[in-house]
């Protein structure tokens, strides 16, 4: 254990009857940090998070929070503060007594109930709304008053379940920075589920990647995206392009007899002859030309089949000859020299040192 570790599951496993919703997690959550739990539907995320809140007990493995096996034991009897963050707000409370309520239920004072709860008010920039209704807010409003009625009782982590999924995208994208923003200044450990790649990239310090109730990879969110670990991983985050084939001996070395062509390994990619194996080059770092690079390895004949143009970025799609898809991704400027109407042949190509071999999972 990590001596800023503050959770830690341990070979933990969640069924539902005979169905295994969870299977042997092993991770770890560091003081402080921001994690994103992320996957797609299904996958048990939520279930995760509702074992650390005690909501559902592992049907095996022990969850530890700052050292202590918590499994059986539920939120209010830890000694570590634990707040679930409820987009469900009394309507039948006002603003500020929404954020009061929790201070109240721990027997606060109502001098320092108010005091406090006004101090998150303003830092969540809605006191002038302290005396409406719920019913009176927009959708971003009620999510400060539901972090701030979560925050006011200062809890040393904050749980949160795709808290901006009813957004619309570009409040989604201004509550990203409130929320990150917020878990910076106060260095309360956020957990918070997703099943948006840029709501986890965007505000995690690490990102744990599920899939089928296990673990595909944990890392930051740069390490994730550079060097998906496996085949899952880099299909989910849809930027790499992957090529499958036998390994087998080439001009001294080791190269990947795929579909698309023969590619050449890296002398230390750990593969020997014979053995089945993907490589990923992100589209960011695959390369388009006319003719074949001078020097080039790695190096697909393709044709153009679509493009799309969002901001400064450009998209092209294209398909080798067996019909396989490959997208190259650039700024605008980048394609301005090359030819890229619809059914251009061109190659793609990249270097060596950019592509690396992920696990089939
Ligand atoms: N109480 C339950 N009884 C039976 N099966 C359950 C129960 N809770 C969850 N599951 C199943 O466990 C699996 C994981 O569910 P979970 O809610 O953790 O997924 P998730 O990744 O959060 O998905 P989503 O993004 O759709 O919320 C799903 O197949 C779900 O149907």
């Known amino acids: 254990m990590q001596r800023d570790t503050l959770v830690s599951f341990e070979g933990v496993v969640k069924r539902f ?14 003081k402080g940090e921001f994690l994103a739990i992320m996957g797609s539907s299904g996958c048990g995320k939520t279930t995760t998070l509702r074992m650390l809140a005690g909501l559902e007990a592992p049907s095996k493995g022990v969850i530890r929070l700052s050292g202590k096996p918590i499994n059986d034991l539920p939120t209010w009897s830890r000694d570590t503060p634990m707040v679930w963050q409820s987009l469900a707000l009394f309507p039948f409370l006002n603003v500020r007594e929404n954020v009061e309520f929790a201070l109240k239920m721990r027997g606060v004072g109502k001098a320092e109930r108010r005091r406090r709860a006004e101090q998150w008010l303003e830092r969540m920039q809605i006191s002038e709304f302290a005396d409406r ?13 539901a972090l701030a009625r979560s925050l006011v009782v200062e809890p040393e982590i904050l749980l949160l379940d795709e808290p901006l999924s009813a957004l619309d995208a570009a409040l989604k994208v201004r509550m990203q920075s409130v929320l990150k923003n917020l878990q910076r200044e106060t ?8 099943h948006s790649q840029s709501e986890a990239f965007s505000m995690a310090d690490r990102v744990v990647i599920m899939s089928r109730g296990k673990i595909e990879q944990i ?39 795929t ?14 002859v014979g053995d089945t194996a993907t490589m990923t080059v992100l589209d960011t770092k695959t390369h388009l030309s006319v ?35 490959i997208r190259v991704q650039k700024g605008h400027d980048e394609f301005a020299d090359l030819p890229i109407g619809m059914g251009q042949n061109l190659y793609a190509w990249w270097n060596p040192e950019d592509a690396h071999l992920v696990a089939e999972s």
């Open 291 to 325: 003719t074949v690079p001078a020097g080039a390895v790695n190096v697909v004949p393709v044709r153009v089949i679509g493009e799309e143009f969002v901001g400064a970025t450009a998209t092209l799609y294209l398909e080798t000859s067996q019909g396989q898809e």
């Open 187 to 194: 260095g309360i450990t956020f957990v918070y589920v997703t």
């Open 219 to 257: 890392g930051t969110p740069q390490e994730i995206y550079r060097t998906p670990r496996t085949r899952f991983v880099a299909d989910f985050l849809g930027s790499s392009n992957l090529f499958s084939g036998k390994v087998r001996a080439a001009g001294g070395g080791l190269a990947l007899d």
């Open 259 to 272: 579909p698309a062509g023969e590619l050449r390994l890296a002398p230390d990619a750990g593969q020997t």
């Open 17 to 30: 009857g005979s169905f295994v919703a969870v299977q042997k997690l092993d991770f770890e959550i560091r």
């Open 133 to 145: 209704n719920i019913a009176q807010l927009s959708g971003g409003q009620r999510q400060r008053v």
